[in-house]
């Protein structure tokens, strides 16, 4: 039986939501997705040394990715409130196996002349990025199917399908491209697990926003939003509803970001998020060149894979199972320190191996390395999310974002002149980075509010509070 025609000059109402079983189908592409990133990120310095990319060569390889994607992402956020979340994931999943496919090809077949070939891993690199819009859509899509309530296990997922990815996808990838003759096999087999994603998408994933829509129903970023833009969407029958394409950006601006960046202590830990990811990554993009110096240990990508995997596995332990436990009996100020140190001793133990290659010292630093990055991270993220107002906490959490996606731009290019000045100068820049984070930090719990004082500070005297 057909459901009966909306009446003239409304929208037809929506169709019953996806059942509970569409979050189990989004896990499986968000782990499709990171299995295929997962597989390939460790053997990218392979693929562009081959053709004779330096150091900083190979950071940029990191960097353009993360620069495609921090401009795209935004735009298909966009497109997928618009026209729905499937197509979305789709053309992002065809996107990123087309990326991965140019780059099997050009490993297998080496086309051209070598400046020609790494051109060419650069384009799959900036393919794979403008298209990269998988996760962020996949977490809108989360956020439509699951209530307040159950929101932050639906995201946890997300955190699982990661742990899963980073764990599996290295170790996956080392194992397939170990040999000179599969030199290309993990960029098809990346291919492979985008095009699996995109058939789940396809065959298997109900559309959670199914018609277009209009401005009366735009997600407001926070109550303040809701309640200025309200008279804006408000308008009498027979009046032709004014969109937010003018209001949102302007509500934002006053309400959000500008807010944010009068507290010196939000302002303060932002940074903080954005320095230790700078550091991260500036490890993440020139360990491989480091591991496979014949000084060093002289690691192929099998070797590389597996150390990788062991940090997935690490991160997997920390953050799945200690963090909670941690959290409840320490406080996040211990644990964002002590993590800053655990990363910056972790950088020591690379350093280390730098100038003596001891294996237990080497599988030590990334242990310890990863333990900290794990302890830190989540730690940072909920002080940020406590010393925010609650009507605030979508512009600071995208400003904060925003600044992490802007470090890994600009730290893989940095850790690769550092590095063609001395192979350990990205760990030994790094754990400066983190020591002096450390330092920070504790520094700013000296000084720190308590959150419950800073969430709904009190309007200054003779101005207007904000509406409620």
């Known amino acids: 039986m057909s459901a009966a025609p909306a009446p003239a000059g409304q929208l037809p109402a929506d169709p019953p939501p996806p059942r509970r079983s569409a979050l189990a189908v989004v896990f499986l592409i968000v782990v499709m997705d990171l299995m295929g990133f997962g597989v390939i990120i460790p053997l990218l310095p392979f693929y562009a040394t081959q053709y004779q990319a330096s150091a900083v060569g190979v950071g940029l390889l990191f960097s353009l990715y993360s620069l495609c994607q921090m401009l795209a992402a935004p735009i298909l956020g966009a497109l997928s409130d618009r026209y729905g979340r499937r197509p979305v994931l789709i053309v992002s999943q065809l996107g ?139 308008q009498p029958d027979g009046e032709k509803p004014r969109t937010l394409a003018y209001a949102r950006p302007r509500l934002v601006d006053r309400v959000g970001i500008a807010g944010a960046l009068r507290r010196p202590m939000l302002v303060q830990l932002m940074l903080i998020g954005f320095a230790s990811m700078a550091a991260f990554v500036m490890m993440e993009s020139q360990c491989a060149l480091f591991l496979s110096r014949p000084d060093t240990f002289g690691w192929g990508p099998r070797n590389v894979g597996w150390f990788f995997t062991m940090i997935g596995v690490v991160i997997i332990v920390v953050q799945g199972v200690l963090i909670g436990r941690l959290t409840k009996r320490l406080g996040e100020w211990p644990l964002a320190v002590a993590g800053a140190v655990f990363v910056a001793i972790g950088m020591t133990c690379f350093v280390r191996t730098g100038y003596r290659p001891w294996l237990p010292l080497l599988l030590l630093g990334g242990c310890v390395n990863a333990c900290g990055r794990s302890l830190q991270g989540p730690t940072i993220s909920s ?86």
């Open 383 to 468: 002080l940020v999310s406590k010393f925010s107002d609650a009507r605030e906490q979508g512009a600071v959490f995208g400003l904060f974002h925003g600044l992490s996606s802007f470090a890994r731009v600009i730290g893989p290019v940095t850790a690769g002149f550092v590095y063609e000045r001395h192979p350990t100068g990205p760990f030994v820049l790094a754990g400066v980075i983190m020591l002096s984070v450390a330092l920070w930090t504790a520094a700013l719990r000296a000084t720190a509010p308590r959150p419950d004082r800073v969430s709904n500070p009190p309007a200054p005297a003779g101005s207007e509070a904000t509406p409620a």
């Open 96 to 234: 990123s196996a087309a990326g991965y496919v140019l780059l099997g090809v050009v490993t297998q077949y080496h086309p051209g002349t070598a400046s020609i070939a790494l051109g060419l891993i650069y384009l799959s690199r900036v393919i794979d990025g403008l298209s990269g819009g998988n996760i962020s859509t996949a977490q809108a899509y989360i956020s439509d199917v699951t209530t307040a309530e159950n929101r932050a296990k639906g995201m946890g997922m997300i955190g699982a399908a990661f742990g899963i990815g980073f764990a599996a996808g290295p170790a996956l990838g080392g194992l397939l491209g170990d040999r000179p003759e599969r030199v290309a096999w993990p960029a098809f087999a990346a291919a492979g697990f985008c095009l699996v994603a995109t058939a789940l998408t396809s065959f298997l994933l109900p559309e959670s926003r199914p018609r277009r829509a209009s401005a009366r129903d735009v997600a407001l970023t926070s109550e303040v939003e809701q309640d200025v833009a309200a008279p804006l969407l408000d």
